[in-house]
């Protein structure tokens, strides 16, 4: 019967073109407009690890105190005492320090000039905990933080300006005029957003960082960080005279993480937090009472605003033209159902039953759909090349159209189709027709 209903609905759209091609293009617009948009809000608020992402968590400790705190939540960033007590304590499965500095790199050759390059200094447990890929070797291990070794990661990127591709693991590169040991070249890896360093970072979209050093080498050097830093005061420049008085203050500046497991795991660690705060105000470090924060990577992800205000507005917009397009597509639909009465009325006399209608009509909803769908591709294809001109690029060039927006492009339509449909068809369903067949004798 499906093929006997399609034929019909082809032979509605032979009779009645212009009103076909009308609600083809009203459906292929507005799901290629939605389909565009939601290409690049999928991008900015995807998931960076979804297998991990509820097992990783980022410690907040209030030591600017509620005088100097936005609306009661802690620094983002915790200062370098509250970070070595996190380090140090081991509470955690893992537990991962972070902070970005720059570090100019001198080529071995003349063929290479200096270059400055973006690095995190981290501690060892930074790989394994945010299962970042190798293409050659592998990360440092836990003595090597204790001695503060001379040790580097460096990006796949960085390993084939360097070294042509090759396996580099055991060469030596030149950072600020010292000498260290590659250990580890990463494969191409660049989440976005880069949740685990999006606090320090000025853009949670930026390229990859091309070097990765120990974080004890890093403070040992004096390297200052390159990232956010800042004071009670919120003074991004503090008046600190020296780099133990950086250790030593209360500035903010070095991003936490740590990998919990289970349910557990993160109830007696946020207990080890409260009890930390608590003990700090008890020797009269902090003079107010504990207040701490543990937030998983969606929950980080959300309290720091990662995704993007345009991609967000740009989807409500999409979404609202879409329905602007049903609307209008249900009013045709209408027209096109009701100048069919007499036939209707027709088919039903000779035994048609109203769920027969229903299947026709409907039939014919997502043929429209398909045809809308199709249409729908072309200019979602089309509109994914013009991105660039409305969002950030970094943004722009994650959106992709891969099969799964292929596949959804085209059910959408359908599905819009056959909602756009339902009252329609409801509609033709309810003649009557004895009316119809009076009336056209």
């Given at each position: 019967m499906f093929a006997y209903y399609l034929d019909l609905a082809l032979r509605s759209f032979r009779r009645s073109k212009a009103l076909t091609a009308l609600v083809v293009v009203l459906m292929g617009c507005g799901v290629g407009t939605c389909m565009v948009t939601f290409a690049v809000f999928r991008a900015a608020a995807a998931d960076p690890i979804p297998w991990k992402s509820h097992q990783l968590?980022?410690?907040?400790?209030?030591?600017?105190?509620?005088?100097?705190?936005?609306?009661?939540?802690?620094?983002?960033?915790?200062?370098?005492?509250?970070?070595?007590?996190?380090?140090?304590?081991?509470?955690?499965?893992?537990?991962?320090?972070?902070?970005?500095?720059?570090?100019?790199?001198?080529?071995?050759?003349?063929?290479?000039?200096?270059?400055?390059?973006?690095?995190?200094?981290?501690?060892?447990?930074?790989?394994?905990?945010?299962?970042?890929?190798?293409?050659?070797?592998?990360?440092?291990?836990?003595?090597?933080?204790?001695?503060?070794?001379?040790?580097?990661?460096?990006?796949?990127?960085?390993?084939?300006?360097?070294?042509?591709?090759?396996?580099s693991v055991g060469r030596e590169i030149n950072l600020d005029t010292h000498a260290y040991r590659i250990v580890g070249v990463l494969d191409d890896w660049n989440p976005s957003p880069r949740y685990f360093d999006v606090s320090s970072a000025w853009y949670p979209f930026s390229h990859p960082r091309q070097l990765y050093l120990p974080f004890s080498r890093a403070i040992d050097l004096q390297k200052a960080a390159s990232t956010n830093f800042y004071c009670s005061t919120y003074s991004p420049n503090p008046d600190l005279p020296n780099w133990d008085s950086v250790l030593h203050s209360e500035c903010a500046w070095i991003a936490a993480w740590v990998e919990l497991p289970t349910r557990a795991d993160m109830a007696r660690y946020r207990d080890w937090l409260h009890n930390?705060?608590?003990?700090?105000?008890?020797?009269?470090?902090?003079?107010?009472?504990?207040?701490?924060?543990?937030?998983?990577?969606?929950?980080?992800?959300?309290?720091?605003?990662?995704?993007?205000?345009?991609?967000?507005?740009?989807?409500?917009?999409?979404?609202?033209?879409?329905?602007?397009?049903?609307?209008?597509?249900?009013?045709?639909?209408?027209a096109r159902f009701m100048r069919r009465a007499p036939e209707i009325g027709v088919r039903r006399a000779l035994g048609a039953?109203?769920?027969?209608?229903?299947?026709?009509?409907?039939?014919?909803?997502?043929?429209?759909?398909?045809?809308?769908?199709?249409?729908?591709?072309?200019?979602?294809?089309l509109g994914m090349d013009g991105i660039g001109h409305l969002f950030e690029p970094e943004i722009a060039q994650l959106a992709t159209l891969d099969a799964s927006l292929l596949l959804l492009t085209v059910l959408v339509a359908v599905a819009a189709s056959l909602i756009a449909a339902l009252y329609p068809t409801w509609r033709a369903a309810q003649v009557q027709p004895a009316w119809q067949l009076k009336s056209n004798g």
């Open positions: 968590f980022v410690p907040q400790i209030d030591n600017f105190g509620p005088a100097h705190n936005w609306k009661g939540q802690p620094p983002i960033l915790l200062g370098y005492t509250d970070a070595m007590a996190l380090l140090r304590a081991r509470q955690a499965r893992r537990q991962v320090l972070i902070y970005g500095s720059k570090w100019t790199v001198l080529p071995g050759d003349a063929q290479h000039l200096p270059s400055s390059q973006e690095g995190d200094a981290v501690s060892h447990d930074f790989f394994a905990m945010f299962d970042a890929p190798f293409r050659y070797g592998g990360g440092w291990s836990a003595s090597d933080d204790a001695q503060r070794a001379a040790v580097v990661v460096i990006s796949s990127a960085l390993n084939q300006k360097l070294f042509g591709g090759v396996n930390y705060a608590a003990e700090q105000q008890r020797v009269g470090r902090f003079a107010w009472p504990p207040n701490v924060r543990l937030s998983d990577v969606g929950q980080w992800l959300d309290l720091m605003k990662v995704v993007p205000k345009a991609s967000a507005l740009s989807m409500i917009v999409s979404v609202s033209f879409l329905l602007i397009c049903l609307v209008n597509v249900v009013g045709l639909m209408l039953s109203r769920g027969a209608i229903y299947r026709q009509f409907l039939t014919e909803a997502v043929a429209i759909g398909l045809a809308g769908g199709v249409l729908g591709l072309l200019l979602t294809a």
